[in-house]
């Protein structure tokens, strides 16, 4: 199972390799979230990794575009362009493709919309078009009808978990024979509302007297995620099947699953090292593989307080026999959500070179994890990916160089 | 899924690994619990009527299936008030399951949870809003955003278990709930879990309801699945569960068969958001694909528990899906249409029908529609009415569900003995 195509909308720019320029630097990039609407609290989080503005003319007509929500736009347009770097013609996917996509808050601003449309104008009054652009899955839908992708079109749900699930999704439809490729991803939108809720939650990242704005996985001194939007799209497809096509294969991805912890709070990260380290060991060992034939480690600490706490557990008591493995923490550089992380699984998978640990300046004594200082990558053993999720959620994944 | 290369032989199962339904919860308009929903199925008669969730005052339309007041034990813990109404549905369908399948929480080693939902706590987090923007109002609290995700339903039910396996929420529209249970059929078959526990919940909110009305998609009276006269569909609530294992644990432990989950079939007909293809294409190859991944021939269908909205486009794609797939034969199958009892429960639809197909291949009966309504005389559709049908011989049911943004979902089971 490999990946042959790859397409992003970021902060960056478009495509991946404008996320593995900054990763390379080190060089994240946050704007100032919009606050005329009131709802940030005075002294809360104020950046951001918003999609600026992007000429997507050559991915998406304006005519197509006007009719679709930001992430259903973010996703078409990272679709496609993941189906070109592949070779394949854009649009007419067939009806042996299949749509893995997932998202944790789906299209908000469109929602939110049309909720004020309802309390403050009358139910009545209620837009078709918003209501249609509004459930989670119309990004996913709009890659599929963009693309004529008509095999199964499925969209995941499991907040900072869920890249790693669609991944998991697609790779099995893949491999079982279902469907010949996949297009697997993340999408999502950052609207001030939302923003500001997860500031208000104590989530994001803030400044200090004495530290700017910023994510710092790892870091003694986190205190919380950059939130950010986007979209990142893989195409799957088994290896044999791609290189007989002439398809350069980027990774390969060995296994995916994942577990729960279940003392977290419905919106808050558990303490749950114990269930998350033997649900990861099970995974493992289904595969076939021991610590020992890790090279990389791609983490999916954010800045979190108790999230890279419970993430530094989790690696610590999995690796408990032996070294740890560098890490990689890329959410200093792309934030959280938006599909910047599976753009660093892959990147890493295929041995791209990382940058220095954004945020990073001191170690915490509690976590005893120091991200890799950047530099060239190992060349050897298998990359695992780890994403925990607030409220439980855990997924997993292994990868390697193809 | 399967890794790659390096697994013992007893994650590469030579066939398909057999997978039993052991264990039903559900909340519905009809109650809470799988005994009052069977009780209206097996009767006919409809739990739509007027309902409150909402202040629908300035619609058109005032109908709905609520789910009643409860849960009606004094045994569930006071907490459970603070979660959403979806979380709330889906913790008692869960524990329901899981008590007829003769399990208990906690729920160790490897079991997951597959859920689907199209709301989550999209009513909560509504009150949230109503609260945030009134400029006199009272505070607008952050509880009532703590169950908006659409993961909470499956993360509430996994966290009241103690589940620490694979938790996964599908929200794909009307196909969610579908889609989950398709997700734990493969999880079971390749060994990642031993025991799956899928279904989805949802709840009425003011956004699905304006949503549909604006779409002009719901029928001012109780919803007529394929009739003649239909006029679109009815919105209900609530959650369906099934507990999942492999047939050999199942039969080692000891429990009940109620039956097996053959195989699952998906697709997507991208061609618009929310109009079907008119020549039901898209839907059939989920039939097809359902079919093959059972390894059933299609002369073995003798049910289908229909998606069946009541809206003239999708009831009409739907049939000539049947059509295209079963030829002439496709008029002797008989079907039922939940949803004219239940309504819509949306994202939960596939997991509230998957119970009630297997309640009716158990029952070895098809339960009626509610109301005698001429069916669209353009259908050649056996839709039961009236009376429930007996089904005779060797049973496979098909449950059909058909989402927004052309999602489709085909589950198939049988009887246990009947495989």
Redesign the interface.
Known sequence: ?VITGTGAVSCFGLGLEPIAAALLAGEPRLTEVERPAG?HRPDGARLAALVGALDVGAWLPPGSGRRMSPPSRFAVVAARMALRSASLEDDRAG?DTA?FLST?F?PASF??K???S???E???T???FL????????P???V??A?????????????EASAL?AL??G??EV??G?SSRALVGVVDELPPLAHA?LD??GALARASPTWPEAARPYDRHRNGFAASEGATMLLLEEEKAARDRGARPLA???????????T?S??GWGT?VV??R??LR?FLE????GPGDLGLVVSGASGSVAGDRLEAGVLRSVFEVGPLPKVLAPKGVTGEYGGGFLASVALAAERRPFGPPVGFAEADPDLGIVPHAGGPLPPDGLVLALSL?A???A?WA?LEKA | MLPEGGASPAHEPSAPRRVAVTGLGAVSAAGWGVAPLWRVLREGQTALGPFSRIDHTRHRTHLAGQVPAGPPSASWPRAIARLSFSERFALFAAREAIAQAGLAAPLEGPVGVFFGTSTGGLLESGWFLDRLWAPDGPRAGLHLMAGHQLNAPGDAVARDLAITGPVETISSACASAALAIAAALRALREGEVEVAIAGGADCLCATTYAGFNSLRSIDESPCRPFGEDRRGLSLGEGAGVLVLESLDRALGRGATVRAELLGAGASCDASHMTAPLESGQGAASALRSALADAAVPKERVGYINAHGTGTVLNDAAEWAAYAATFGERASKIPVSATKSILGHLLGSSGAIEAVATVLCLEARLAHPAAGHEPVDSRFGIDLVQGEPRNLDGDQVGLSTSLGFGGANAVLVFSRHEAV
């Open positions: 199972m709802y009806s749509v944790a789906g929602s939110e049309l909720y004020r309802i309390v403050t009358g139910p009545e209620a837009s078709p209501f249609t652009e509004c459930v989670a899955n119309a996913a839908a709009q599929a009808i693309c004529g992708a008509r095999g199964p079109s499925v969209t995941s749900v499991q907040r699930v998991g999704h790779a099995s491999r079982s279902r809720i208000r939650y390969r991805v060995r296994a995916c699953g994942g577990g729960f912890d279940p977290a419905r919106v749950g269930a998350l033997e649900g099970r289904r595969a076939g593989v999720a409220g439980g959620g997924s292994l």
